[in-house]
């Protein structure tokens, strides 16, 4: 039987996952709630931006998120050129099957030219600030996943008031929710779906960042990443942000919970256990209704 201080601690650990889950999955939302794109890249570019904050910190001594002033902007030109030069072109009778096959092969790019660059073997960024941790009423909080949940909060509500508060999230949101009736009103839907993909890219390269300070990273990780990040933006139902967040917060806590009795391996299976009973039960996320259309 685990204590109660043990699951305290475990409790406050899965919220901190959940909240840099989240984060990583808003990207995912973005794309699929734009075109019904299935972006199986999102991961690898994760990944990358991992090991972008890696190499800076190795190369230049300092803290990796300083990376961020680089990477972020040349995220969201990539997303940019990557939807206007590529995922446009696709017809939109065959958008979606044909974006998992495109997107796969992107994947597969990153992780060769990662291998290609810094080879296969593992990596971790040593921080001076790694090893230690913070007391929370008798829990021992690490302070990387306090900086990560940190960073992912303050992304997520950065977000938040780009889709709520400015014009461009007003056209991208009228976008995502009837293209048609946005070029009737004036809304140049092409330009603004290039940029909310380059939206989602530059969250992308925040989570690899905050990724960087807790995970040993490799060429392959991706693949580790993407399947619970589709479970969790199909259980809040595809298109909606604050759905995505919440699953993940719920799902991430279950995850470190389950780590007690099952182990890490087994609890995995949280993220396709919910997937399926989503799928079963309500195939249209458990949060999709009535939060994807506020956002």
């Known amino acids: 039987m685990a204590s109660g201080a043990l699951l305290f601690q475990s409790l406050i650990l899965g919220l901190l996952l959940g909240g840099l889950y989240a984060l990583l999955a ?30 800076f910190a190795v190369t230049t001594g300092l803290d990796p998120m300083l990376s961020l002033v680089v990477t972020v902007p040349l995220f969201f030109c990539i997303g940019y050129v990557l939807h206007r030069f590529l995922l446009a072109r696709l017809r939109p009778a065959t958008m ?23 080879t296969g073997t593992q990596r971790r960024i040593n921080l001076p ?17 306090i900086v990560s949940f940190g960073l992912a909060a303050i992304s997520l509500a950065t977000l938040y008031l780009i889709m709520k508060r400015t014009q461009f999230g007003r056209s991208l949101r009228a976008t995502i929710q009837h293209g048609q009736a946005a070029q ?3 809304i140049d839907t092409s330009r603004v779906a290039g940029m909310g993909f380059g939206l989602g890219l530059a969250t992308a390269a925040i989570g690899g960042a905050a990724l960087s300070l807790q995970a040993t990273i490799y060429p392959s990780l991706h693949w580790h990443w993407i399947g619970p990040l589709m479970a969790i933006i199909v ?37 396709y256990v919910a997937l399926f009973l989503t799928l079963m039960l309500r ?13």
């Open 26 to 55: 808003a990207g995912l939302t973005l794309y699929f709630g734009i075109m019904r794109v299935v972006m199986l890249a999102h991961a690898a570019f994760i990944v990358l931006s991992a090991y972008l904050a890696w190499w």
């Open 129 to 145: 600030y790694g090893p230690t941790s913070v007391a929370f009423l008798g829990a021992q909080i690490p302070v990387v996943q």
């Open 96 to 118: 979606t099957m044909m974006s998992v096959l495109l997107t796969f092969g992107i994947a597969l790019a990153i992780e060769g030219l990662l291998g290609l660059v810094w």
């Open 184 to 186: 009737l009103v004036g």
């Open 283 to 295: 195939p249209q996320g458990f949060f999709g209704g009535r939060l994807a259309q506020r956002f």
């Open 235 to 271: 259980v809040g139902g595809l298109g909606s942000i604050p759905g995505a967040a919440i699953a993940a917060l719920a799902l991430g806590t279950i995850r470190v919970l389950l780590e007690i009795p099952m182990g890490p391996t087994w609890a995995q299976t949280v993220f």
